[in-house]
């Protein structure tokens, strides 16, 4: 056989019959899916939930609904987190094109064609997206519903801290530390000449002066005004938003998530979290009555503790440690016994357990959806758009629950990362025959063969129980 050389300026066919284009074999993960989505009728249901917003046979057909939540689910798939990414994915890969039912004579659609869409389709259609996942969860039997765990992370926002301005007088940074500065009787306020502080100047006076706070209150960002300023999970103080989650720790599914301002208290919004839940529950057809709820100190509250035994939910929340004994003297009734009744069952073996339940499936989901699905930095800004898109997402983590229940992969990474645990394990297995065969002849262990933290990170965290 000879060599076969690369011509860089040959010139390629004008005219290609579509039966002589190569045609790739696909990916089995989205097949599967695609399996899946087509039995429980998907594009029918989502082109009938989005009749409403076009017009009735006036002007050129758009893009289909399904594709568009289709692309979404891909960047949670692929882990990418913009819709340039998203789209230019899509448009490269045959696999991925087949899982779209675009053809290869057509264009998939552009990042601003996605950007049209969700600007025309309202939140309530991504919620009934996310709704419809759900009840294909529960069809398969993996939505109980009567367990929740309850928690939040925290979102990083597109705008940046240095553009934040005053609520009260419109100015930025620099502009109000120089009216601090000519207060004092310091150079500010000339627009040139020697005495100008320069940013330096401003840096050192902000950083000596009393009483400096940036707060929510007085700040905001002119480019994201639903962004807060928060503390970050690495320390660092940004712009962000908070996603919580309420998943069901028997199947790992996320029941309800939703995207609210970063400075909203955890305690506060709990009650909301659950009745939207229930709802979820209900219309998936599942048991529609939360019966227990699991969560960290943040969510510890003597009246969210009181009005979750109004409603018969018992409660496995720890409480924070308190300088001194409780008061109850004018406290409203009820209050001292729901507080009393959640310490004693979070002290149990049952409340340890579920605590300790809540900690690896929580920070799953996070892990999941935010680190590996592309949602922990949005490109996208206002609490709206933002939980559309996070729905959505939310919504292929139950897929891939599902899929891993079903096909054995929750993603289509997973069938990569098996193979290299496969040949590590088999690798570490003759390892330890030949260390039983002669130990003397042994001299040390092989390169290839991994320890136990190694071949942890290689299987996914769902299969590794």
């Known amino acids: 056989m000879s060599l076969g050389r690369r011509d860089g300026e040959k010139q390629q066919e004008l005219w290609i019959p579509t039966h002589r284009i190569a045609r790739p074999a696909g990916h089995p993960f989205y097949r599967a899916l695609n399996r899946q989505l087509r039995k429980a009728g998907f594009d029918r249901f989502v082109e009938e939930l989005c009749r409403p917003y076009y017009a009735d046979g006036v002007g050129r057909p758009s893009i289909p609904p399904g594709i568009y939540f289709r692309m979404l689910m891909v960047g949670y798939f692929e882990g990418i987190d913009s819709q340039r990414g998203i789209a230019w994915r899509c448009a490269d890969s045959l696999a991925i094109r087949e899982f779209l039912g675009v053809g290869l004579t057509e264009s998939t659609p552009d990042h601003s064609s996605l950007t049209r869409i969700r600007q025309r389709l309202p939140l309530e259609v991504h919620r009934d997206v996310f709704r419809f996942v759900l009840r294909l969860v529960r069809r398969e039997d993996l939505l109980s519903g009567s367990t929740l765990g309850v928690d939040a992370t925290t979102l990083e926002a597109n705008a940046a801290m240095k553009s934040i301005v ?103 919004g709990l009650p909301g979290h659950l009745d939207r839940a229930e709802d979820n529950l209900f219309e998936a057809d599942a048991e529609p009555e939360v019966k227990e709820v699991v969560a960290d100190k943040g969510y510890h509250k003597a009246q969210v503790l009181a009005a979750c035994a109004v409603w018969q939910r018992r409660t496995y929340i720890p409480e924070r440690k308190a300088a001194g004994r409780r008061r109850w003297k004018g406290k409203p009734p009820g209050w001292q016994e729901a507080l009393y009744g959640n310490r004693r069952r979070t002290r149990s073996a049952r409340g340890r357990g579920l605590q300790k339940r809540r900690s690896e499936v929580l920070e799953r989901s996070f892990a999941h959806l935010c680190e590996t699905g592309g949602a922990r930095r949005t490109w996208l800004r206002g609490l709206v758009p933002i939980n559309k898109r996070y729905l959505i997402q939310a919504a292929a983590y139950n897929l891939s629950v599902l899929m891993r229940n079903v096909f054995g992969h929750g993603k289509p990474r997973t069938l990569q990362g098996l193979k290299e645990a496969l040949l590590r394990l088999l690798s570490l297995g003759l390892w330890l025959l030949e260390w039983l065969a002669g130990p003397a002849k042994l001299t040390r262990a092989p390169s290839a063969a991994p320890s136990v933290a190694t071949t942890a990170r290689i299987i996914p965290a769902s299969q590794a129980r």
């Open 166 to 268: 005053r609520k009260d007088s419109g100015e930025d940074w620099s502009e109000y530390v120089k009216g601090l500065m000519a207060q004092e009787g310091l150079p500010a306020g000339r627009e040139e000449g020697p005495e100008e502080p320069t940013d330096q100047d401003m840096r050192n006076f902000d950083r000596r002066r009393a009483g400096k706070k940036v707060s929510n209150r007085d700040w905001q960002s002119p480019s994201d005004p639903d962004a807060r300023i928060t503390k970050m999970k690495d320390g660092r103080t940004h712009l962000a938003y908070k996603a919580v989650h309420a998943v069901d720790l028997q199947s790992e599914v996320i029941v309800s998530a939703q995207v609210e301002p970063a400075d909203r208290g955890d305690a506060d």
